[in-house]
């Protein structure tokens, strides 16, 4: 299994490389990493020690960043290096202030000793998921503390299977699992593995921080005014074809659209799917710049965000929320939403996810699979001050896990 693990990262690279040539991200992925050990050598003294975090993209870097920056708030001394796996996270936090941030080699045993030994980790924290056979097998071996916070796992995955045995070996090297709900604490049980406590998900303490402190965005206020708002966040191309049909049958509404990617190809078709208009955020703030007096001119009932990093306190201005992603491989954050009070709405794939699945029971959320469907949830939800109210306590009640993990890793 080993020598096939080793051929799988070897065909990945090589895949990676080809894409390299003609996708962005991929090309990304293969330059951040061609000089990464330079990069190290020049800003990490590999003589003194460091906190790790680890993240495979964006998302999970903002569900362990509450406890990053609780360890830098209680040993502001301490230096911390913070890796990504995905261009996706890398690329908008690699200027992060409290830590240095580099892409993560991919996992080989020569990159696993040599990075190990370039930043030495004192501890190494890896945030969900992503288990590597070489990097946690090179931290058991030097003796490095390895936590996995806001783990959650599921029975179809190898670890459980009856051929899992090399999968469930990579799982014995951590020191100890953070996880966020009975099952996956029953499932690590299952294989033998007793080291293991359930704290919840992190990212109720960080979308909760940023919903009681959030950034006051003027232009978004300009844009609104007093009209309703339906926050659209992290979309993608099945979710707009179907929320195309709202703005026209709610004309007194005002509809923000945050797609999960900003491509030009991307943005375009969006405007296309709205024949009512719609106006850029590009465009919008830069008018405004230059004549405050073109706000008429600009009015528009749809708002198209075509920059990265503002979809979290768009939230604040909003009524109700569209997820996207639920047509593909999954949603995306629900919770950053409902910190805010905002009743969800998102596709049908949202199994993998327990907060989606507990905003529905609790009447705070609707799973829509058709037109219709959106139609009907978004009527039941943008007069429904009660959902609102569940949503916003949901989020407050759940908060916690940070502390808790806090205080058992610097015991």
Not at 68 to 96: A, D, W
Not at 156 to 168: C, E, H, I, M, V
Not at 246 to 255: M, S
Not at 342 to 352: A, S, T, W
Request: with cysteine.
């Amino acid at each position: 299994m080993l020598l096939l693990y080793i051929l799988g990262i070897q065909v990945y690279a090589f895949i990676i490389r080809i894409f390299s040539l003609f996708n962005l991200k991929a090309k990304l992925f293969i330059r951040g990493r061609k000089n990464v050990y330079q990069q190290i050598a020049e800003r990490i003294d590999a003589n003194q020690k460091h906190i790790w975090f680890h993240f495979a993209s964006l998302g999970e870097f903002e569900q362990g960043r509450p406890v990053l920056e609780k360890l830098k708030e209680k040993y502001p001394s301490k230096k911390i290096v913070v890796t990504f796996f995905s261009p996706s996270g890398y690329e908008i936090r690699k200027n992060y202030a409290l830590a240095d941030v580099f892409y993560l080699p991919l996992d080989t045993k020569h990159h696993a000793k040599s990075f190990i030994e370039a930043i030495n980790p004192e501890m190494a924290i890896f945030t969900k998921y992503e288990f590597w056979h070489f990097y946690f097998k090179e931290l058991h071996l030097r003796s490095i503390p390895l936590y996995v916070i806001s783990g959650i796992f599921r029975p179809n995955q190898a670890f459980f299977k009856w051929y899992g045995g090399f999968y469930r070996k990579i799982l014995s090297a951590a020191t100890y699992f953070f996880v966020q709900n009975e099952e996956s604490k029953n499932l690590l049980k299952s294989i033998g593995l007793e080291n293991v406590t359930i704290n919840g998900d992190t990212r109720f303490d960080r979308v909760f921080e940023n919903a009681k402190a959030p950034k006051r965005l003027d232009l978004i206020e300009k844009f609104i005014g007093d009209s309703p708002t339906l926050i659209c966040g992290s979309t993608w191309p099945e979710d707009e074809r179907l929320l195309s049909g709202l703005p026209e049958k709610y004309p007194n509404w005002k509809f923000i659209i945050a797609p999960h990617e900003i491509h030009e190809s991307h943005i375009e078709s969006i405007e296309k799917q709205f024949p009512i208009g719609s106006v850029r955020f590009s465009v919008f703030s830069t008018k405004l710049a230059t004549d405050s007096s073109q706000i008429s001119s600009l009015e528009s009932q749809i708002l198209i965000i075509d920059n990265i990093g503002m979809l979290s306190a768009l939230y604040q201005y909003g009524k109700v929320a569209y997820i996207g992603g639920g047509f593909g491989a999954g949603i995306h954050n629900t919770l950053e939403a409902a910190a805010f009070g905002l009743p969800v709405i998102f596709g049908p794939k949202y199994d993998k996810f327990q907060e989606a699945k507990d905003l529905i029971t609790l009447g705070a959320a609707k799973s829509i699979s058709t037109a219709e469907e959106l139609m009907s949830a978004f009527d039941d939800f943008k007069e429904n001050t009660e959902a609102a109210i569940i949503a916003k306590q949901y989020v407050e009640d759940k908060k916690g896990a940070t502390d808790q993990i806090i205080s058992m890793i610097t015991k």
